[in-house]
């Protein structure tokens, strides 16, 4: 089987290598907000062509204007995109149009980071201030992105040296006893560029028991060997001593202990029981690279890349009536490599095809025990992008073979030892972008995708569907007893119990007209998902955390995007997201998606060098859980979660710039008005936060 693959791509090598120049995949897209779809710079060759995909992309300049600290502020204006931090573990993790977190997958600098044990990438982690952009993709996403991501990606792409010699220092202090440094250094010979960061970040936080000490680093060096070829090496490592808030009842201002249920693979459902006082000592994170392009003739380009993450972390709360104290240690390790050709077969087409194999590797330690999980996927895929003037279409093909296995050591209950999964996928992806005028443009997109189980899933198979709480019997004619769910119709059922986890697989569809004239652009988007084996979680049977599929669930709404600029040096913009995350199993919308969100800001950009951001952001009403999961996730039982329904809010952000020679000073305020609400069942959200700092360029 290795040799046929082996022949497959030698074969496929050796024939697009004779076919013209490639179209790479890196669309520069000129946006004045937030969403645009229009012509984008696709080569160095500097040729122009419709865009078949939609992306949203925000700028170094919108993410320097909202004062953003990290990849989470710089997200939460757009739309169908949610960033929610109600687990209890803190995470900042992005939900797309009422999926989980595990179905985002996120890019940084092409490295897939991909958390073995929950799937949740914390994006705090990544420091806005390094971010050159980020690109947004929702629903079908291409085939050179993988399809593994039914909710959608996030790509982003760090700083290069734009000059000979530049350094820089940031200085910022703020409420709470706030303090952050940053500082660059890079540089750019012609041939040699280079970029170095470091970051520190100390905080007492916005309530008892929040606060933080973190450092980032990062890295980035590019090399043009010659004309023909490049290399470019880059990596992350980021270290945070972090505690996490508690939950507190706003009728009595105590805290609300911890109900357990889910969290972790070697404990009960209830290992989290009683616990308060949670926090990470320490939590680490890092990323390793390296990207080679060759350009093997007019008409070919060749890249190779490698690639590393990890992450560690100590997990500890603190114990009701005990000194002792819980703990779980969680280390998991991502490698992998991807080849991939590009080719303009001719003046109106361009083909992709690629190759990319990939381990995850991921250990937990528990006072209850230790599990191991073992991943192995492989995927090749191609894509053939055609640009006919008024008509852009992208049709992708992607193949997946997976494999893994699961082993837990644990007296803490009656653990199924080993588990292994096995499996394929064949997800075709289809888009296009229609110029119906000059102005107006008609853009849409089908595609499959799925999701694999990941390590606290296939670990536990065993839940039952469908599930209630609620739990009655009747006696049998030979005095024997059955047991029922209530399910919310009224009806009595057994219920399947799950053997065996499927992949989650979802069909994403989406249709949209956008319009542009004059500084004027508008766009809306109707999108819709059908999701096979959802995989939820439910924490009895055995006393852990089983999972189990729901055989269908379906996902449905639209979002408006508004750019205006309204003078010379003001532009606004307006995002309306309606999204029905209906959980049929629950009879509920998804916990901590709201049926709408909404927002509206305005930027000045004047010559005399003073700058200012005005934006507010609404987040309708929504039911929240107290989760050890994120709420709605395959890691949360339904069972005794505290509920919370949490009421409609609105924010409003300030920040204001002015630059003086080489120093740019500037003021933020967060949460203007300071208004209550809370960001997650018995959350209480951060109150008015001010900033005030400088940043002092040297060249």
């Known amino acids: 089987m290795k040799k046929k693959k082996l022949a497959f791509l030698a074969s496929c090598l050796l024939l697009y290598s004779s076919f013209p120049l490639a179209v790479t995949a890196a669309e520069e897209a000129n946006t004045g907000g937030d969403t645009e779809v229009e012509e984008v710079v696709v080569t160095a060759a500097a040729f122009k062509q419709l865009n078949p995909v939609k992306f949203t992309v925000i700028t170094e300049d919108e993410i320097k204007s909202k004062g953003a600290q990290n990849a989470a502020d710089a997200l939460k204006d757009v739309t169908g995109l949610y960033i929610t931090s109600s687990n209890t573990k803190g995470k900042a993790i992005a939900q797309f149009r009422g999926s989980d977190a ?25 420091p806005a201030d390094n971010i050159e952009k980020i690109e947004i ?53 012609g041939k040699f560029n280079y970029n170095f960061t470091a970051k520190k970040e100390d905080t007492d936080g916005y309530t008892a028991h929040s606060k933080l000490s973190a450092d980032y680093y990062s890295g980035k060096m590019s090399w043009d060997i010659n004309n023909k070829s490049s290399l470019t090496l880059f990596g992350s490592y980021s270290e945070r001593q972090e505690e996490q808030p508690n939950r507190i009842d706003p009728a009595t201002g105590l805290i609300v202990l911890n109900s357990g249920r889910s969290g972790a693979t070697t404990g009960k459902s209830s290992y989290w029981s009683n616990s308060y006082d949670w926090e990470y000592d320490p939590i680490k994170n890092s ?82 025990g230790h599990s191991y999980y073992d991943y192995t996927g492989k995927s090749f895929y191609l894509q053939n992008v055609t640009n006919l003037g008024k008509l852009a279409t992208s049709f992708g093909y992607r193949h997946y073979e997976n494999s893994d296995n699961a082993n837990i ?13 096995k499996g394929t996928a064949d997800d075709p992806v289809f888009s ?40 009655t019997y009747l006696t049998n004619s030979d005095g024997s007893v059955t047991y029922y769910y209530v399910m919310a119709d009224g009806s009595l059922s057994q219920g399947t119990v799950c053997d065996y986890l499927l992949p989650e697989t979802a069909i994403n569809r989406e249709l949209g007209l956008g319009y542009s004239l004059h500084g004027f652009k508008f766009d809306i988007t109707y999108f819709n998902k059908d999701i096979t084996n959802m995989i939820k979680g439910q924490g009895f049977g055995q006393q852990h955390t089983q999972y189990y599929n729901i055989p269908h669930v ?42 709408r969100k909404f927002s509206l800001g305005l930027n000045y950009t004047g010559q005399d060098g003073l700058n200012a951001n005005l934006a507010l952001n609404y987040i309708g009403s929504c039911t929240s859980a107290f989760s050890n999961g994120n709420g709605n996730g395959s890691g949360d039982s339904p069972t005794r979660m505290l509920v919370q329904k949490l009421p409609s809010y609105s924010t409003v952000d300030l920040k204001v710039s002015k630059t003086v020679d080489n120093r740019d000073y500037y003021i933020k305020i967060s949460n203007l008005f300071d208004k209550k609400y809370y960001a997650g069942a018995y959350l209480a959200a951060p109150d008015r936060y001010i900033e005030t700092g400088v940043t002092v360029k040297f060249q």
Do not use: C
């Open 554 to 595: 379906d996902m449905h709404g639209f979002e408006v995007e508004i750019n205006k600029k309204i003078a010379d040096h003001v532009k606004g913009f307006l995002n309306y997201t309606y999204t029905n995350a209906f959980d049929t199993l629950l009879q509920l919308q998804v916990r901590d998606i709201p049926y």
């Open 409 to 421: 050591r644990t007296i803490a209950y009656n653990s199924p030892a080993t588990q292994y999964g």
């Open 287 to 368: 990323y390793t690279g390296a990207l080679y392009n060759q350009k093997l003739n007019a008409n070919s380009e060749l890249s190779f890349k490698v690639y590393r993450s990890k992450e560690n972390s100590h997990l500890l709360a603190a114990l009701l009536n005990t000194t002792d104290k819980l703990n779980l240690w969680w280390d998991g390790t991502v490698k992998g490599y991807e080849l991939q050709n590009t080719i303009r077969t001719s003046k109106v087409n361009t083909a992709t095809w690629g190759y990319s194999y990939e381990t995850r590797s991921f250990t937990e330690q528990s006072n209850s």
């Open 137 to 189: 993709i929702k629903g079908a996403v291409p085939v050179i992105y993988g399809t593994d991501a039914p909710g959608g990606v996030i790509y982003i792409t760090t700083k290069k040296a734009t000059q000979k010699m530049a350094e820089s220092l940031t200085i910022t202090s703020g409420s709470n006893n706030t303090q952050r440094y940053f500082a660059s250094v890079g540089g750019d010979t």
């Open 102 to 126: 595990d179905n985002t997958k996120i890019f940084i600098d092409g490295v897939p980071l991909s958390p073995v044990g929950d799937g949740k990438v914390d994006l705090r982690n990544i």
């Open 432 to 471: 296009l972008n229609y110029a119906l005028s000059d102005k107006t443009n008609l853009h849409g997109s089908i595609g499959k995708s799925y999701r694999w189980p990941n390590a606290k899933e296939r670990s536990g198979p065993g839940g039952i569907y469908p599930y209630s709480d609620t739990q």
